[in-house]
């Protein structure tokens, strides 16, 4: 049985739950999302629980710098490293509805056009 304590994310790092797995190291994972807002979205996910990004503390500070430089090697290996944006959703009231702290990452396909500010509803 599934330990329900566990969130959404750290069930899908310990692969409970499928998912498309794009990169994996000792602090954190990079998934496509599943419902995906732009032709490229992953999710950067601190293996640490941290539900919200306020959550966080100075001891944390290695693993949020770590969040930032892996978005943008991902942003690197899809080739979107010359235009994509970061979000990070904060609180229900700002969307946010996986209580485990992450990264969206969304970008045009590399052979795409610019950004539009429709394009991206995150
Ligand atoms: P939030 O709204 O919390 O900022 O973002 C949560 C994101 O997780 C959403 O974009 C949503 O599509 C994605 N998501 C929710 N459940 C799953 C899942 O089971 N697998 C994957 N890959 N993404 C998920």
Redesign the pocket.
């Known amino acids: 049985m599934s330990d329900m304590s566990k969130t959404?994310f750290t069930r899908?790092i310990e692969r409970e739950?499928p998912?498309?797995m794009l990169y994996e190291d000792d602090v954190c994972v990079v998934?496509?999302?599943?419902?995906p807002?732009a032709p490229v979205h992953m999710?950067v996910i601190p293996k640490k629980p941290l539900p919200r990004l306020v959550d966080a503390t100075v001891e944390d500070q290695a693993i949020l710098g770590h969040l930032l430089l892996i978005a943008g090697e991902m942003a690197r290996k899809f080739s979107v490293d010359e235009a994509f944006r970061l979000v990070v959703?904060n609180g229900a009231d700002a969307?946010?509805?996986?209580f485990h702290l992450?990264l969206?990452v969304l970008a045009k396909g590399a052979d795409d056009e610019g950004f539009s500010e429709l394009d991206i509803a995150?």
């Open positions: 959404l899908i739950i998912s498309d998934i496509n999302d599943i419902v807002q999710l959703n969307g946010q509805t996986v992450h969206h995150n």
